[in-house]
């Protein structure tokens, strides 16, 4: 376990929100756990985030408007709530995305010129 | 955008609470059965399955706290939540919660309507633009002392010079106000105007709602142009949008409408609201003004913009150069007249005089708010001493300081902005009701009004408030000692004795503030009795009197004149309600009492001593008679005495006093103006009484009484060519039944002579001298209803100490007498308790006293600041109130049951 710890990584501020996004924009309405197993798998689990923290980014993407949550059932006839990306969202992500392509390329350059 | 959106949605969810967490809960709940299902699946007992899945979750409340952290507002929420807890709390005690919120009504009502007198003619800024640009310009003589001479004021020659040789000013200009004779529109009536320079509207620079204003050009050119008020618009001429371009007469002088000012537009700024001026026409000076006495008529005043760049200062020492300019040019007869340039700021000049007025309200009615407060903060602290078990638990149970503390604080809030929204209504209904009832005394009435400089100091004022009467509680509340209280048990034999300390001190201090507002409002009261007991000099029972101005257009001659005066005293005479009949130029307590410059025979007036004023009363018939002015020694005028007999003048008594001292003054001489001003002697025929021509507790003046008819003759060199005398003046009348029915006979009478002649302002001389006692009864009725407030709080709040005090200590009251100490024992002990609060508070309040007669001084009259009997009045009023108010509780005392009050615990 304290192996493990060592080598998760840190959730950059403001990432999750994109990463949410994200994830609903190519799997469709997905409920709270599906967004965290879906997290938890493209991370290679170097992503330890417990499932929590996951409701402050929920809230926030909603009350921006970005995302709008309706209450389903899931396979297994649980009752769960989905989240869909809205319209709005659509034009965030892309927004976010291309903010984030720009920082995360500067970074790189950064670093490249570092070594 | 979002983060908009995002705000509205959180400040929304404040009030959905309950909603948003039932459907927290259910989704968390969702949540972990789909991870319980997972771990099921991966071979885990149900009861490992639930574990694992809180943990992966990260811990139930935890999440619902990130999410409740992350929708609302937290701090707010808690505030919220708070406020209905108290509002449940003030529900349970109604009698409480009324009396906290109207006292704070009262108090934060009264302050606000003050307020509103102290924004409207002291803060705000003047209605121009750019105001502080503005200045007002004028001279002060060297020696002169007057109470009118508060303004500096220029003449017709210092208006040209000022204007032509000045460098600092982008625009200045000469303006003048007085009545005018409006006929052509309705009935002819008597209307207030202003010449003004074409200059002044340039720099006062607010433009025409319709049409335009005059130019300099205009004015030197003596276009017959006029511009209207809003007002004047508006009611006489119905807001007619096709004004401009008509006629009005102005003594039957046609003048074009021009243009209309806006409806906020006022000048000149002049005190109260009837001398507000309808409309402005060019100043045009006419040659004659510039001339003999004229020239030496300090009777306009000057308004100018300052150039970008230059200061006051520099202003002053420019106009200062212009000045000595034109001092150096006055003709041999004003030789002695010294003068100097004053420059101030235009807001400065106009509410300088209302400022002691208004700060003395202000503070008057900010000491009934302290009591509020500490009356309020005592109300708060026996709740908070009730309710020490519960809060003693609270503590026991782990609540914070901190949240003890913000629920004392909004408890007071609450009922403070409460109060404060009362207030402001009650303060808008005062100031509704009461604008109009304001001394003539206070420039710019029209500014005053509830605007949002008045409603946010409201508001600030109930923050305050909360504020100030919270922090008493709120620290009584954390100081409570756990193990004392809880250990007490049901026993509240012994009080936390720094509880009792603080209210004490607080009603101390109640009784000194409001024994310091009793004091003043007992001194403004003895004030206004002497004002009420001094000698007028003139009898105004059976009195009737009004304005008359004759139109030179009309009046072109001196034998017109003469003829209409000599009719209309004539008629007058005929009527059989009338026993006299005359005419004078200054009507008695009608606040005109300016003065003019005399030189005595034989008196060398002691150096640096200034000018000989004494005011000119220009008389005809036998105003003496009509007013019921006492002649102490010699004859009135007669008929004989006229522009061709000798030259005769009456004096008063000051006057007689001051230059003949001890010796009878018929037969002495004394002339008009300076020793170098070559005028003819007059000759003093007789003395009469000291006469009020302002207010009664105003100084008396010298004065000196001519007959209308020697004035040109008596003014030598001062007499401009073809000067007309008489063309105004008062006619006063002694009547044989109430003067008021006399009215209508007098204005007929009137109309006979010249049908299109108006009288103004007719009124009985009792009316007169009532309005000129105004502004003293103004302030006096003021002040007093604060200190009945005052006091009225004061001793509630010693009532509220006391039985408190009482209840708390029932059971001692028990066991004394239970072991036989007698009723009266009892009483004398709460009675005692109650007269040292008091006696204290008023010890602390006569020093307040002390401290606050500088402040009063100058609103007394004849009676001392530490007048010993308003004093000694005052406190031992205060003390009886303080034992009346400790007598109901002590009574209360006296009647307990030993044994019910033992066995009640």
């Known amino acids: 376990m304290s192996n493990k710890e060592k080598e998760s990584i840190q959730l950059l501020q ?102 | 955008m979002k983060h908009l959106r995002r705000l509205l949605v959180r400040f929304s969810l404040l009030f959905a609470n309950s909603r948003v967490e039932a459907e927290l809960a259910r989704e968390i709940g969702a949540h972990l059965a789909l991870l319980e299902d997972e771990y099921l699946r991966q071979g885990m007992t149900p009861e490992e399955a639930r574990r694992a899945a809180r943990i992966a979750c990260g811990g139930v409340e935890q999440a619902k706290q990130l999410h409740r952290d992350e929708r609302g507002f937290q701090a707010l929420s808690h505030i919220l939540q708070d406020a209905r807890y108290t509002f449940r709390q003030l529900r349970r005690s109604p009698a409480f919660t009324m009396t906290a919120i109207l006292m704070l009504a009262l108090g934060i009502g009264a302050t606000t309507a003050i307020f509103s007198i102290v924004e409207g003619v002291l803060l705000r800024p003047l209605p121009f633009p750019d105001p502080d640009r503005l200045i007002s310009l004028g001279d002060v003589t060297e020696g002169l002392h007057c109470a009118s001479c508060a303004h500096s004021s220029v003449t017709a020659p210092d208006i040209r010079n000022y204007m032509r040789d000045t460098k600092s000013f982008s625009h200045l200009g000469g303006y003048r106000g007085r009545l005018f004779e409006l006929s052509g529109v309705g009935e002819p009536a008597a209307v207030n105007g202003a010449r003004m320079s074409g200059e002044v509207f340039a720099a006062l620079g607010v433009p025409p709602l319709l049409g335009r204003t005059f130019t300099q050009h205009e004015d030197e050119e ?45 000048f000149p700024l002049n005190p109260g609201h009837v001398n507000q001026s309808e409309f402005w026409l060019p100043l045009s000076l006419r040659p004659q003004e510039f001339t003999a006495g004229s020239a030496a008529s300090w009777n306009s005043r000057m308004v100018g913009r300052l150039k970008p760049g230059i200061s006051i200062e520099q202003a002053q020492s420019d106009a200062e150069r212009v000045a000595r300019e034109t001092m150096r040019d006055y003709p041999a007869f004003m030789r002695s007249i010294r003068i100097h340039a004053a420059v101030t700021a235009l807001q400065e000049d106009t509410v300088a005089q209302a400022r002691p007025l208004v700060r003395t309200l202000f503070s008057a009615v900010i000491v009934v708010l302290l009591i509020v407060c500490a009356n309020l903060a005592g109300l708060l602290l026996v709740r908070a001493i009730r309710r020490r078990r519960e809060i003693a638990v609270r503590l026991a149970l782990g609540a914070r300081a901190a949240t003890l503390l913000r629920q004392a604080m909004v408890e007071s809030m609450v009922l403070s902005i409460a109060g404060g929204a009362i207030g402001l209504a009650l303060a808008a209904v005062a100031l509704r009701v009461g604008v109009s009832r304001l001394p003539q005394t206070l420039p710019r009435i029209n500014e005053i009004g509830l605007d949002w400089r008045v409603m946010l100091f409201a508001l600030g004022l109930a923050l305050l408030t909360g504020l100030l009467c919270g922090l008493a509680p709120a ?4 100081r409570t000692s756990v193990n004392e209280t809880l250990k007490e048990g049901g026993r509240t034999g012994t009080l936390g004795s720094g509880h009792a300390r603080l ?114 009363s220009l008389v005809q018939g036998d105003p003496f008679e009509a007013l019921g002015i006492g002649v102490l020694r010699g004859r009135v005028f007669t008929e004989s005495d006229n522009a061709g007999s000798q030259l005769v003048a009456i004096v008063n008594r000051k006057m007689a006093e001051r230059y003949w001292p001890g010796q009878d003054p018929v037969g002495k001489r004394l002339r008009r103006g300076m020793p170098e001003t070559s005028t003819p002697w007059m000759t003093v025929v007789a003395e009469v009484d000291d006469v009020k021509l302002g207010s009664a507790d105003a100084e008396t003046m010298a004065q000196v009484y001519q007959p209308v008819t020697q004035t040109v003759a008596s003014e030598g060199v001062l007499a401009s060519v073809g000067e007309l005398s008489a063309t105004d003046g008062w006619i006063v009348l002694r009547t044989r039944m109430p003067p008021e029915q006399m009215e209508d006979t007098l204005r007929a009478t009137v109309q006979k002579i010249d049908p299109q002649l108006p009288l103004y302002q007719m009124q009985t001389m009792e009316h007169a001298i009532s309005q000129s006692e105004a502004p003293r009864r103004f302030n006096t009725v003021l002040i007093s209803s604060f200190a009945i407030a005052a006091v009225l709080l004061c001793v509630l709040g010693i009532y509220g100490v006391i039985a408190f005090t009482v209840a708390l200590r029932e059971q001692e009251m028990a066991v004394r007498m239970a072991l036989g100490s007698r009723r009266s024992g009892v009483i004398l002990l709460i009675l005692s308790s109650g007269a040292r609060l008091a006696a204290v508070g008023c010890g602390l309040g006569l020093l307040g006293a002390v401290a606050a007669s500088r402040f009063l001084r100058s609103f007394l009259f004849e009676v001392s600041p530490f007048d010993p009997a308003v004093l000694a009045l005052s406190a031992i009023a205060m003390l009886l109130l303080a034992l009346a108010a400790s007598a109901l509780p002590a009574r209360r005392a006296s009647g307990t049951n030993p044994m019910l009050a033992l066995r009640g615990e």
């Open chain 2, 475 to 478: 620290f009584a509340a954390i």
């Open chain 2, 222 to 266: 003596e276009q017959q142009v006029v511009v209207l008020s809003y007002g004047m618009w508006r009611n006489r001429f119905h807001g007619d949008p096709n004004i401009l371009g008509s006629k009005i007469l102005l003594y039957r002088k046609p003048y074009i409408v021009i243009g209309v000012m806006p409806r906020d537009f006022e």
């Open chain 1, 14 to 115: 403001g990432t999750l929100d994109l990463i949410v996004l994200r994830t609903l924009q190519t799997m469709g309405p997905q409920h709270a756990y599906q967004i965290a197993t879906r997290l938890q798998q493209i991370s290679d689990r170097l992503l330890n985030l417990n499932q929590g923290t996951l409701y402050p980014a929920l809230v926030r993407l909603e009350q921006y408007g970005w995302i709008q949550g309706a209450w389903g059932r899931t396979e297994s006839n649980r009752e769960a709530k989905y989240y869909e990306i809205t319209k709005a969202g659509q034009k965030a992500l892309k927004e976010e995305t291309q903010t984030w392509r720009r920082m995360s390329a500067l970074v790189e350059r950064l670093l490249l010129e570092e070594s």
């Open chain 2, 503 to 616: 209210r004490s001190a607080l009603v101390v201090v109640e009784i000194a503030v409001a024994l310091t507002l009793l004091t003043a409002s007992g001194l403004l009261l003895r004030s206004f009795e002497k004002m009420r007991d001094v000698k007028l000099g003139f009898r105004p029972d059976n009195a009737l009197a009004a304005l008359y101005v004759l139109p030179q257009q009309r009046y072109r001659t001196q034998s017109a004149i003469d003829e209409f005066t000599k009719t209309l005293l004539n008629d007058l005479e005929q009527l059989p309600g009338v026993e006299n009949v005359g005419t004078t130029s200054f009507l008695p307590a009608g606040g005109n009492n300016w003065g003019i410059a005399f030189t005595i025979e034989g008196y060398v007036p002691p150096k640096g001593a200034g000018l000989n004023m004494a005011s000119m």
